[in-house]
């Protein structure tokens, strides 16, 4: 009996040198591509944060990126920085009482009739025009006015809650007030209060609107007894 089958079976030179050549062979031309494009992406990871940083140090000291230096101001717009709101709006918008008074209509010197006819809101932060500050304090056309015959209760610094709560009620009453009609700003013997207000008379019909809140317990007369609206 031939026993040659049974024996172990090897690979002929051939057959074998086919083998290792599978098994180290060269990487094909898609292989190096995929290879080369992971290492690029890897090497771009590195780099481009880099890149950033460097560009972001680098900006501020870019010619095209520095500002134009500053232009020396003129006297006159050195004067204008330097003025505070109320002197400013005097310059840029000189309304005077007297220019006021002059709009209403005259007949024999006085004036006749209710001429300003404006919606009065509640003044905010920013820049005042036509509003009202408060019971006693309003803004007209850019003008600064204190109501002349009387004294309201504070919003802006109270002495306490209950002063904070009558003045909340004046200045919503005077501004019902002031929309329900035509007024009449009337001027008095003192132009100017201490703090470069206006003093003018808010009248309708010849009546004062100020008066209407002394009755309604919002206000006090101006040079009458002082109220202590903490402890009314």
């Given amino acids: 009996m031939d026993l040659s089958f049974h024996k172990n079976f090897r690979p002929t030179p051939s057959r074998r040198a086919t083998i290792v050549a599978q098994r180290f062979r060269v990487p094909s031309d898609a292989s190096q591509w995929i290879d080369f494009k992971e290492r690029a992406f890897k090497v771009l990871l590195i780099v481009a944060p880099l890149f950033v940083f460097i560009a972001i140090i680098a900006w501020d000291w870019l010619p095209f990126t520095r500002p134009e230096p500053a232009q020396a101001l003129s006297p006159e717009v050195q004067q204008l920085y330097a003025m505070d709101e109320e002197d400013l709006r005097a310059k840029v918008w000189p309304t005077s009482a007297e220019d006021i008074e002059a709009d209403q209509p005259q007949f024999g010197g006085k004036p006749i009739g209710d001429l300003v006819k404006v919606d009065f809101g509640r003044c905010g932060t920013g820049s005042r025009f036509t509003c009202v500050v408060d019971g006693d304090t309003l803004w007209y056309k850019g003008d600064r006015i204190r109501i002349a015959d009387i004294d309201a209760p504070e919003v802006s610094n109270p002495q306490c809650a209950r002063e904070l709560n009558l003045g909340e009620q004046a200045t919503a009453r005077m501004i019902a007030l002031l929309n329900a009609g035509p007024i009449?700003?009337?001027?008095?013997?003192?132009?100017?209060?201490?703090?470069?207000r206006r003093l003018l008379k808010v009248t309708r019909g010849g009546k004062s609107l100020g008066a209407i809140l002394v009755r309604e317990g919002l206000a006090e007369r101006w040079g009458g007894p002082r109220i202590d609206w903490c402890s009314r």
């Fill in 184 to 196: 009449s700003l009337q001027t008095t013997d003192t132009e100017y209060d201490r703090y470069g």
